[in-house]
């Protein structure tokens, strides 16, 4: 909810409503003697209380000069639409489609987080056209190798009817809430999160109906086993794992990379980092996918 300097805010139309994104369009990022023809990267945020196009914000910014850059916030959560339903991945596939075919007009780079990351290998199982490369932080369906992620006793108390509201405006949407998530199941350092961050998620989980997103999360209607996808990807990706991620280990990430190996060429595993290597430690991603865009370039 919080943008760098210089970037503008966007819309489309989809089938589920209004989707913002931000691109970095006004100086110092673009002037006149910048290139108009560039190579998209579109970076997409994950899943969970007060997530929004933020996440990316400390590491877009650095590939301005070579690429045109994408960063929506997703259906239900920042300055998007939040439709009043229980999302299914459906949704998302069918939304993440149409937003990189109305903003693009050729295959993308995407960069994309957690749960998401899963749905755009789907994504590029099912329109391998759209995409050029994927670079991906922990992706899971929560649900792999048969794993049940809606058994958890997480889940069976935000099936209780009521609760589940009071649970979000009582436990996620606070600055309290949100602080606690961060530091206990997100980064692996607490002493890593600062003011900004902590206020950019609370904006995003105090929207108007910001719960529907995060409940269907939480309760598992989004979750699905990513292990029978991945053998199906044809697309060159990269898998980066933070080693202390909470919910899925490297050890996961792993298996996963090894159903299919031609075309999951890279796996790199960050040491003490969370699950979201991208704000803990935004410098050491970059650098990651600066390394990743060389290679899978090179690869191709």
């Not at 692996?188 to 600062?194: D, G, L, S, T």
């Not at 979750?223 to 990269?238: E, G, R």
């Not at 996961?252 to 999951?264: C, F, H, I, S, Y």
């Amino acid at each position: 909810m919080l943008e760098p300097l210089g970037v503008e805010q966007k819309s489309i139309s989809t089938s589920l409503g209004r989707m913002v994104y931000y691109t970095p369009s006004q100086p110092p990022w673009r002037d006149t003697d910048t290139p108009t023809e560039q190579p998209t990267i579109v970076f997409f945020h994950g899943f969970g209380g007060g997530s929004s196009a933020y996440e990316w914000s400390k590491v877009y910014p650095a590939f301005v000069e070579d690429y045109r850059i994408l960063a929506p916030d997703l259906m239900g959560w920042g300055r998007s639409q939040h439709p009043e339903r229980n999302y299914q991945p459906e949704d998302y596939l069918q939304t993440l489609q149409e937003f990189i075919e109305t903003t693009t007009d050729g295959p993308i780079i995407a960069i994309a987080s957690s749960l998401t990351a899963a749905l755009i290998l789907r994504l590029a199982v099912a329109s391998p056209h759209l995409f050029q490369t994927l670079i991906l932080t922990t992706p899971s369906g929560l649900s792999d190798f048969g794993q049940d992620y809606r058994q958890s006793l997480i889940v069976q108390i935000i099936n209780t009817p009521f609760l589940d509201n009071l649970l979000y405006r009582g436990l996620i949407a606070t600055s309290g809430g949100i602080e606690n998530f961060l530091s206990t199941r997100q980064f692996a350092q607490p002493e890593r999160i600062y003011p900004e961050i902590i206020q950019a998620y609370l904006q995003s989980a105090q929207q108007p109906n910001a719960e529907y997103a995060a409940l269907s999360f939480v309760r598992g209607d989004l979750c699905f086993d990513l292990a029978k996808y991945v053998p199906q990807l044809t697309i060159p990706t990269a898998f980066l794992w933070g080693q202390k991620s909470q919910f899925t280990s490297p050890n996961l990430g792993k298996r996963l990379a090894q159903l299919n190996p031609e075309t999951v060429k890279i796996f790199c595993e960050l040491e003490n980092v969370g699950l979201t290597p991208q704000l803990e430690l935004p410098a050491l991603t970059i650098g990651f996918i600066r390394h990743c865009l060389k290679q899978l370039t090179t690869h191709n």
